[in-house]
């Protein structure tokens, strides 16, 4: 997913022929990483069977039930008030303001009926620096509607599930599943567990397989992903691949291994420095849903990726009124695009269409390649609960 969300899409379905998935004696192997496992502990619901990878247990908490039915929602959920568990405040305390005012009331009984008393600079420094909230970092996203690094709406429910239909030239290539699964505890901090899977049609299995699956974790309090797990059985490749982020240190840690039928065996390690703040290829599809997107502004946040440090940046075209199977839905047109090393890297004719309301659901993807578009567009929504 060099090109974030839409390269993976053309990349999946647009290969050469085969009617099967790839068989490898040794599949085993491909999922075991003690370097990793030994860095990275997930810690999800009892209910969910543990999947295949890292060193990960369970917990005691139950695993979230769908509340709705995949495919009843005819538009996204509407504005809610329900606040996200946990939700931390900000602003500072005013303990040095407390101790200033007890001062000053001490010297104001030795002052005359009637004097104002005037205040000291450090007092009114102290203040002022009470008012008002440490700014957002980084400076490079944009603050508004988060409290910190908290949206002050939480775009995401347990249980929610988007499914696509992807198609090339009218044709059904396949289906998309973005999934906000529940909670997990990541080395002993509360994520997001967000999940994508992609799996082939019927139609196109006879010439390609597809059945792919990414899991990646998100801390609740900062919104930085800590680790992603990749998962990818297709007919031409089995892959396992896994990425930590190290955001005491600002390193990113990638590990493959995957097996082809061209080359065989392959395995690779790569480590880099990132900034603060930066977000994973899979995480990104999700992290954008936190923005407002008006109208003609620009969003930015960083992006680490294949040893390299990318910014996502993202233009809101207009809103529409988008026609989908669910029946008109409004929707707001971003047009993404890449910088690398401060120069712009062209993606394309790409086009993202989010939902018009607090969830911010992706409801669309068109992605322009040399013959044609390939196109991901919404078929069914349960918004969680």
């Given at each position: 997913m060099n090109k974030l969300l839409l390269g993976a899409l053309v990349s999946l379905f647009l290969v050469s022929c085969s009617t099967s998935f790839l068989k490898y004696e040794k599949a085993d192997q491909l999922k075991k990483n003690e370097e990793f496992e030994g860095a990275v502990t997930i810690?999800?619901?009892?209910?969910?069977?543990?999947?295949?990878?890292a060193a990960e247990t369970t917990a005691a908490?139950?695993?979230a039930a769908k509340s709705e039915t995949p495919g009843k929602a005819d538009k996204p959920a509407a504005k809610t008030s329900a606040k996200a568990p946990g939700k931390t405040s900000a602003k500072p305390t005013g303990k040095s303001a407390e101790k200033t005012d007890v001062k000053a009331s001490t010297k104001t009984a030795a002052v005359p009926a009637g004097k104002p008393v005037a205040k000291t600079t450090k007092s009114a420094k102290t203040e002022t620096a009470a008012s008002e909230p440490a700014a957002r970092q980084p400076e490079i996203e944009d603050s508004e509607g988060f409290n910190g690094r908290r949206p002050v709406n939480d775009p995401f429910r347990v249980g929610e599930e988007v499914v696509h239909d992807v198609h090339y030239f009218k044709v059904s290539a396949g289906e998309l599943r973005m999934k906000v699964e529940p909670f997990a505890m990541v080395n002993n901090r509360k994520s997001y567990t967000f999940a994508v899977e992609i799996r082939t049609s019927?139609?196109?299995?006879?010439?390609?397989?597809?059945?792919?699956?990414?899991?990646t974790f998100v801390d609740y309090e900062d919104l930085v992903p800590r680790v992603f797990q990749l998962h990818v059985k297709e007919s031409g490749q089995l892959r396992e691949a896994k990425m930590l982020f190290d955001v005491e240190k600002n390193t990113a840690t990638f590990w493959e291994k995957k097996v082809t039928k061209d080359h065989?065996?392959?395995?690779?390690k790569q480590n880099w420095e990132i900034l603060p703040y930066t977000q994973n290829v899979y995480s990104a599809i999700y992290y954008m849903r936190n923005f407002k997107w008006e109208t003609g502004k620009e969003y930015s946040f960083?992006?680490?990726n294949d040893n390299e440090n990318l910014v996502f940046s993202g233009k809101a075209l207009r809103r529409e009124v988008l026609n989908t199977k669910l029946g008109p839905m409004k929707a707001?047109?971003?047009?993404?695009?890449?910088?690398?090393?401060?120069?712009?890297?062209?993606i394309g004719d790409n086009f993202i269409w989010l939902s018009d309301d607090d969830r911010k659901f992706i409801l669309r993807i068109e992605s322009k390649i040399k013959i044609g578009t390939l196109v991901s567009e919404v078929v069914s929504i349960n918004p969680g609960r």
């Open positions: 810690v999800k619901p009892q209910t969910e069977a543990p999947p295949e990878g908490e139950p695993a019927s139609l196109f299995s006879s010439f390609y397989s597809v059945e792919d699956r990414v899991e065989g065996e392959e395995e690779k960083r992006v680490g707001i047109v971003v047009q993404p695009k890449i910088t690398l090393k401060g120069k712009l890297n062209p």
